[in-house]
């Protein structure tokens, strides 16, 4: 229950098909979800097997504010990366985090490996493991369809999340789909399910979990949803919603176009939030529990089987994912974005990896660097139909080429040659080409993530380069209030909203007055934290590259410069160090 000081955590072991619940941990020392989710990795991990060995744990946590505040609508995905073999995190919203909320799930952790794929169930009236070996193969969509028809809903909130084709073959950045258009997207944690034989699970969130019934709660709870609701600090996320960004970031020369080719897509009017709001958008929807909904749904409409057929299909959209499967791609026509997207879906694959992967594989072959024996389809910039055959093929992994192109861009790039014009920054860049900041966040940030620290803001608001005492400030600064949101577990949209300040008050509101005075210091603790447990599986900040094409960037300020940009990067991973250093 809230007021507990310890977390109650369900672990499963998928070898034996059981689970227990037991309490863990200090909710004053590691909040909830990313110091819950690293805590846990601590005693569960081993740091030193690969991701793929069955003991590795994978990890979802939630926090001490989900579901009793707007936006509380997160939930921490934790493991072992197959992509880099480091630890890392994921965030997810949908249904999950309100359905862990009620069934009293505060962390949840998959040991071991199921002989057959299976899917478990965990809730307060049912803890079991099923059978789905008839799922095997199947992708996302009918996987989703068939769970819903064999464990038919109960009441309360309910949340299934499954994996697709690209989990089962262990691409290392397969995705996790949660219920309908939200992914634990980046650095795997699909393939790691995929490696436990965990097809699927199910939360049935079917319990009871009264708000407090104070009024220092209800008078707080009110003024932040005013906040969200009634000004405008969240307004732009449901209006156009992100997909915005992309004509912002191209006027200012900052749209990463053609694998970073450009940073102006000379068409760019195809593919903007505007276009897809005037053409496609079909419907918005939000995370349980969020007011804002940011979830934009756009109508595909595709020609099946004879000239007066048609399929329709609905398929969320927003900046990132039209960056790497639009912009990345050359793409000049939504439709187009969509149709890939939606592949990429069913695959059960991290679109932003796919999308510059394949942006990558496209230079390559028109460098002849790779031919059409390897790539078995044509790419080429802004063509569709060879995209969404290659996208089913990384899924599969069809052959050599796309074993390799599906463990990341810096791997085939390696294998074939490329390696100076490979978009990776850590893993496959974020859509921001606005400056030195950015990259260097990027490639250092613990996620690998545009979301790690806000380093495209600190290049749109700086004059001329970020100076490096600066930059370093920012990016240990912002972190730490991020990894506060993180640990609540807030969507990072809503941090405007959520100051210190405030989560303090929400959480004394919750009668959790101890972690509310231990807040700022623990979000300390929690960063340093994540940064041990990523050192202790082997990474090493003096490794990161950030290839040359990121050099070769210009922007509205002029060409990027390159020393500027390694002198940044060596000075953050020296605060890292520090960061990582053990007490
Ligand atoms: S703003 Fe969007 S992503 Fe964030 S919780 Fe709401 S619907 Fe989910």
Redesign the pocket.
């Known amino acids: 229950m809230i007021g507990e000081s310890s977390f109650r955590v369900l672990v499963f072991d998928l070898g034996r098909g059981q689970g227990k619940f037991i309490r863990f941990g200090d909710k004053t020392k590691l909040l909830g979800g990313s110091g819950l989710a690293a805590a846990l990795f601590q005693e569960y991990g081993v740091a030193d097997a690969p991701a793929f060995d069955p003991r590795q744990p994978l990890i979802f946590a939630i926090g001490p504010l989900t579901g009793c505040f707007p936006?509380m609508?997160?939930a921490v995905c934790a493991f072992k990366s197959p992509y880099h073999e480091q630890y890392t995190e994921s965030h997810a919203?949908g249904r999950l985090p309100m359905a862990m909320r009620f069934a009293h799930i505060d962390g949840l952790v998959f040991v071991g490996r199921a002989e057959r794929p299976s899917c478990v169930i965990a809730g307060i009236r049912r803890l079991e493991m099923h059978d789905v070996h008839a799922l095997a193969g199947q992708d996302v969509f009918s996987t989703g369809k068939h769970l819903r028809r064999m464990f038919r809903r109960s009441t309360g909130h309910r949340s299934i999340v499954r994996i697709g084709p690209a989990g089962e073959n262990l691409v290392p950045y397969a995705c996790l789909n949660v219920d309908t258009y939200r992914h634990f997207g980046r650095l795997g944690a699909g393939a790691v399910a995929g490696s436990k034989n965990l097809k699927a699970f199910i939360i049935n969130g079917e319990s009871a979990f009264p708000a407090p019934a104070t009024k220092t709660y209800a008078k707080l709870f009110q003024k932040v949803y005013s906040q969200v609701v009634d000004t405008d600090m969240m307004s732009k996320?449901h209006s156009l919603g992100t997909a915005g960004n992309v004509a912002v970031l191209n006027k200012i020369q900052s749209l990463p176009v053609r694998n970073l080719q450009m940073t102006v897509h000379p068409k760019v009017d195809g593919i903007t939030g505007e276009t897809f709001a005037k053409e496609l958008l079909l419907r918005k929807t939000?995370?349980a529990g969020?007011p804002?909904?940011?979830?934009h749904v756009g109508l595909l409409r595709e020609m099946f089987a004879s000239d007066n057929e048609y399929l329709y299909r609905q398929v969320s959209y927003d900046h990132e994912p039209i960056f790497a499967c639009g912009a990345m791609l050359g793409m000049s026509d939504a439709s187009g974005v969509l149709a890939i997207l939606d592949e990429c879906e069913r695959q059960g694959l991290d679109v932003m990896s796919a999308g510059v992967a394949l942006a990558w594989a496209t230079e390559a072959f028109e460098r002849g660097v790779i031919k059409e024996s390897e790539t078995i389809v044509p790419l080429r910039f802004d063509e569709v139909k060879g995209y969404c055959q290659a996208v089913r093929h990384l899924g599969a992994r069809t052959n050599d080429f796309y074993r390799l192109l599906g463990q990341g861009t810096a791997v085939a790039a390696k294998h074939y040659g490329g390696a100076d014009y490979a978009c990776v920054l850590g893993q496959e860049m974020a859509g921001y080409a606005t400056g030195e900041a950015f990259f260097v966040s990027q490639a250092m940030g613990f996620r690998h993530s545009h979301l790690d620290t806000g380093g495209y803001t600190l290049d749109q608001k700086t004059e001329g380069k970020p100076e490096i005492d600066k930059a370093l400030a920012f990016f240990v600064d912002d972190e730490r209030k991020r990894v506060t949101l993180t640990s609540m577990v807030s969507?990072l949209?809503a941090r405007n909203v959520y100051s210190d300040a405030i989560l303090q008050e929400a959480l004394a509101s919750m009668g959790l007055e101890d972690v509310a005075a231990n807040l700022v210091s623990a979000s300390e603790e929690v960063q340093r934290l994540r940064w041990q447990v990523r050192f202790s599986t082997g990474f090493d900040p003096a490794s990161v590259r950030i290839p040359k094409r990121f050099s070769e960037v210009k922007t509205w300020k002029g060409p990027i410069d390159g020393a500027h940009m390694a002198a940044m990067q060596a000075a953050y991973a020296d605060e890292i160090r520090k960061l990582g250093a053990a007490a």
């Open positions: 936006l609508s997160k919203g996320y939000a995370c969020c804002v909904g940011c979830i969507c949209f």
